[in-house]
């Protein structure tokens, strides 16, 4: 009874330290983490080849403009084409590091497979999680110097000191969310910066547009006036001629940001619209027209306006869930070692669902 006791008590004590139990089932922790790596490696591709498609645009402008109109679009251009180069070059480290990230979970699952406990599955995890770090180290994103993969080199050779499988792996959680946490920096960062060229992209159409936009506007107003007129006629209100007034003087406004030819030309076009004979209804036929002919080429650029926009936001938003998709991540990652530890299964179904709704975004038709 004795020696029976004893062993019972070293049984315990194994037990205790992961040396027995039930090893969970890693792989669909591994291929939930393949599945994230295609979701956030194809969310980094859309945003890179929108960010194409806009240099795109900068390039198709008009060759009539001014000198200083292109010098601006110009600048905008150089810029666009060294951010377009930055992340272009930028796109393969995403790859290896997103790539590193699936290579760890693989072989997490492959330890786990292979039946290691103790102290020969801790030495196998820092072995995994050291893989990670050099591959960090050696492939540093713009906006993560190579320090941080240190430090996770530094912290996975102490994994290897450890007793059990849980206790590695839980070691090896918060070294893993660090990894994830530099790739979620990243993908704020590169919705930032579509966010900058975005801005930078209708600056420039402004540009080049400028004066034919504010030739709309003018008639715009001017249509506005002509109304408000002609109410004032039919109904008698005084209070409608003031309105009249005021729409005269932001018709002002707006033809002071013409410039002497273009507002000649503009006057030109208008000017039997303010022939003293016509009625005020006839004025505003005249004027719609006016508007009518600005909008053939008005209507097809504020499409193409609207249509970038909403890229541009469904890229963001892929960037977005991109983030969350790596949380997810993280607090499988974490239900792991506690698996581990309690013998049972990891739960990974918060990360396949997050990884599912990129996935739906990417393959959604436009």
Not at 116 to 129: D, L, N, Y
Not at 153 to 177: C, D, F, N, Q, V
Not at 278 to 300: F, G, H, K, M, N
């Amino acid at each position: 009874m004795r020696n029976l006791s004893g062993g019972l008590i070293v049984l315990v004590c194994a037990c205790v330290l992961g040396a027995c139990g039930t090893i969970p089932d890693v792989k669909p922790f591994a291929d939930a983490t393949s599945t994230m790596r295609v979701a956030v490696g194809e969310s980094y591709g859309s945003a890179t080849a929108l960010t194409r498609e806009m240099l795109d645009r900068l390039e198709n402008a008009p060759s009539d403009l001014s000198e200083d109109e292109q010098e601006i679009l110009q600048r905008t251009r150089e810029n666009y084409a060294a951010s377009l180069r930055d992340i272009t070059e930028a796109l393969s480290t995403r790859e290896k590091l997103l790539s590193a990230i699936s290579a760890y979970a693989d072989g997490l699952a492959a330890i786990a497979d292979s039946g290691k406990q103790g102290e020969a599955a801790a030495k196998a995890i820092s072995g995994e999680v050291q893989t990670l770090a050099t591959v960090f180290m050696a492939n540093p994103l713009p906006a993560v110097g190579i320090e941080a993969g240190e430090f996770l080199l530094s912290e996975a050779i102490k994994i290897g000191s450890l007793h059990s499988m849980g206790r590695a792996i839980e070691a090896a959680t918060p070294l893993a969310a660090r990894a994830t946490e530099m790739l979620r920096k990243d993908l704020e960062d590169f919705g930032d910066l579509l966010t900058t060229r975005e801005q930078a992209l209708h600056a420039s159409i402004e540009v080049w547009a400028l004066d034919e936009l504010n030739m709309r506007r003018v008639a715009l107003r001017e249509r506005e006036y002509l109304q408000v007129r002609l109410s004032a006629a039919l109904s008698g209100a005084p209070a409608l001629s003031d309105r009249a007034e005021a729409a005269r003087q932001v018709i002002d406004q707006y033809r002071a940001d013409l410039d002497d030819e273009v507002l000649a030309a503009f006057i030109t076009l208008i000017q039997e619209a303010k022939r003293t004979d016509l009625t005020l209804s006839e004025d505003l036929e005249r004027v719609e027209a006016l508007i009518a002919s600005y909008d053939e080429w008005y209507l097809p650029l504020q499409e193409e306006h609207e249509e970038a926009e909403r890229r541009i936001e469904k890229a963001k938003e892929l960037l977005r869930r991109s983030q969350a998709l790596l949380e997810a991540w993280d607090a499988a990652h974490a239900d792991l070692g506690t698996a581990v530890r309690e013998s049972r299964q990891v739960n990974v179904r918060a990360l396949v669902e997050s990884a599912v709704r990129v996935r739906n975004i990417i393959e959604k038709e436009d």
